[in-house]
């Protein structure tokens, strides 16, 4: 059986990331295949009120009052 394939309940999702920026770049390494991604921008965000991390894959990301990881649909 290929490793691709994974059992239900295994998979990761982004909100179960720790909230440090290295946890969220391995995490979207695993997800795209291998393919390193950068953080772009860090900058904080008045509207938001909170810090934003635009990255190479063209998403942009913030931290939730939880601490956990989102993407910003703007």
């Known amino acids: 059986m290929s490793s691709a394939f994974i059992k ?4 990761r999702h982004l ?3 720790a909230p440090n920026l290295g946890a969220l770049l391995l995490f979207l390494r695993i997800e795209n295949n291998g393919t390193v991604i950068r953080d772009e921008k860090i900058y ?3 509207k938001y009120g909170r810090d934003i991390y635009e990255m ?3 998403l942009v ?4 009052n939880d601490n956990q ?3 910003i649909l703007d």
Do not use: F, P, T
């Not at 239900?8 to 998979?11: K, S």
């Open 8 to 11: 239900e309940g295994e998979a």
């Open 15 to 17: 909100k179960d990331v």
């Open 44 to 46: 904080h965000n008045e």
């Open 56 to 58: 190479s894959d063209g």
């Open 61 to 64: 990301y913030a931290l939730n």
């Open 69 to 71: 990881w989102y993407i």
